[in-house]
């Protein structure tokens, strides 16, 4: 083999992140403008501009969500198996979000009557709040760990609730995760949309900024000086089996924070996490919408980075049985199977990156009022 068990797993690591960064910096500006779609648009027109400057990408951008999805599913198959079924109630409301939020697109301007095009704008709205909501105490709930453990022949077993995870912890973790999406919503709106619209939408923009920088700051504070980590107190292999049985855990608290003190390039993550934040907040004010959105899509990538950096080499912490979590180490497939989906990857990503960037380009520029009411145009 070209690459060893261990070089495998790190890449997969990886590009596991890169897939869930893709995804929030894509679909997240759709589920942004959906949840600011109420408060943006005061007349249909309004709400139509708001739609429509994500109508022709948003199919494209879930793309980013089947992907993630498919690649822990392949790479990660503990995981997939353990996290699916044991927050089977929580996925089965996001999915049911997921899929209203298309239907409603396809179906809101069927009908001119004035209810019909209510109903399905808050049905958007609750396809963009629910996910990022959900998404965001899934993280927390990492972040605290989850109750799970495996018997002698790894059956995984949840021994937790829908309530339990709607810890106080959890909950302030899914606002910042709607937060961040409300401010990319605000930044893709700004550079986008047409007035009133674009104006309505920097303005709550900056709000969603100023909650993103204090949760932000809140997270890292409860996570460094009250919520107990997970550290590997034995020897792993990086070659070894997949087998997560193999191994010693201990829970500290402040635990999260050791991999930023062994390797403190890594500060460079929460640092982009608010850098970013604080540039869209000084876009939103002076109306820069390119300086925005691109302080919006750091503010996301350091964020995200900052959990997946903190919690390495863990992917699913367990809080019922420490042992048993599972890390990048000892969760994955097997080799050869690493290895070939790296070559598929290899192939295609660039591919998928290639049109994604193509169909911005060729639909770029901002949706007006003339631009939605043109009968040449195949609108929302």
Request: proline residues 5%.
């Amino acid at each position: 083999m070209l690459l060893d068990y261990e070089i495998l797993r790190l890449i997969w690591w990886l590009l596991m992140g890169v897939l869930l960064i893709g995804f929030a910096a894509t679909d997240g500006f759709d589920m942004g403008v959906a949840a600011l779609l109420p408060l943006v648009g005061k007349t249909d027109t309004e709400r139509r501009i708001a739609i429509n400057t994500v109508g022709p990408v948003w199919e494209g951008n879930q793309v980013w969500l089947i992907l993630g999805g498919g690649a822990i599913f392949a790479a990660w198959p503990a995981v997939y198996a353990v996290s699916f079924s044991g927050f089977y109630l929580a996925m089965f409301l996001t999915l049911f979000a997921l899929i209203l939020r298309p239907v409603a697109f396809k179906f809101r301007s069927k009908s001119p009557d004035p209810r019909w095009r209510r109903n399905w704008d808050a049905a958007l709205f609750i396809g963009g709040v629910v996910p990022a909501l959900i998404f965001g105490v899934a993280v927390g709930n990492v972040l605290l760990g989850v109750p799970f453990r495996f018997d002698d022949t790894l059956r995984p077993f949840y021994e937790g609730t829908l309530v339990g995870l709607l810890n106080p912890f959890a909950l302030m973790c899914g606002l910042l995760s709607v937060a961040m999406l409300v401010l990319h919503g605000a930044a893709w709106l700004g550079m986008k949309a047409d007035e009133p619209v674009a104006g309505r939408a920097r303005a709550l923009g900056v709000y969603a900024a100023a909650v993103v920088i204090v949760l932000f700051a809140l997270g890292g504070i409860l996570t460094a000086f009250f919520v107990q980590g997970y550290v590997v107190t034995s020897t792993m292999d990086p070659n070894g089996p997949s087998n997560p049985l193999l191994k010693d855990v201990a829970r500290q608290t402040g635990a999260w924070m050791s991999n930023y003190q062994t390797y403190p390039w890594m500060v460079i993550a929460p640092v982009l996490g608010f850098l970013g934040a604080l540039m869209a907040l000084v876009g939103l004010r002076s109306k820069g919408d390119a300086i925005t959105f691109l302080g919006s899509k750091l503010s996301l990538f350091g964020i995200i980075s900052t959990v997946g950096l903190a919690t390495f080499p863990f992917i699913l912490p367990s809080s019922i049985a420490p042992g048993h979590s599972l890390t990048v180490f000892d969760a994955s497939s097997s080799h050869l199977t690493l290895m070939i989906m790296l070559v598929v990857t290899v192939i295609f990503l660039p591919i998928v990156l290639a049109y994604t960037a193509w169909v911005f380009k060729v639909l770029w520029g901002r949706v007006t009022a003339e631009h939605i009411h043109d009968a040449r145009e195949h609108n929302y």
